[in-house]
């Protein structure tokens, strides 16, 4: 699975750093980045994508396929 941020759509509300702070922490700018991907399960980063008010994490299979959002 893959993981990204679309910057340009994170308004910095955090929650995905208060669901899985391992693998989310926000820059300078307040901005989402993507520690560690493969810290948390697939399940974990599902819960993180779906809480983001802004919708700014994506998440992929392994070809680019989306499956969220």
């Known amino acids: 699975m893959q993981l990204r941020i ?9 929650l995905c750093v208060e669901a899985v702070p391992v693998v989310f ?5 307040n901005k989402a980045v ?7 399960s ?15 994490i994506v998440l ?3 070809q680019g396929n989306p499956l969220f959002p």
């Open 6 to 14: 679309l910057r340009s759509e994170c308004c910095g509300n955090a």
């Open 25 to 29: 922490a926000l820059d300078s700018k």
């Open 34 to 40: 993507v520690l560690d991907p493969e810290a948390a």
């Open 42 to 56: 697939e399940e974990r980063l599902r819960e993180a994508a779906e809480a983001c008010p802004c919708q700014a």
């Open 60 to 62: 992929e299979d392994d």
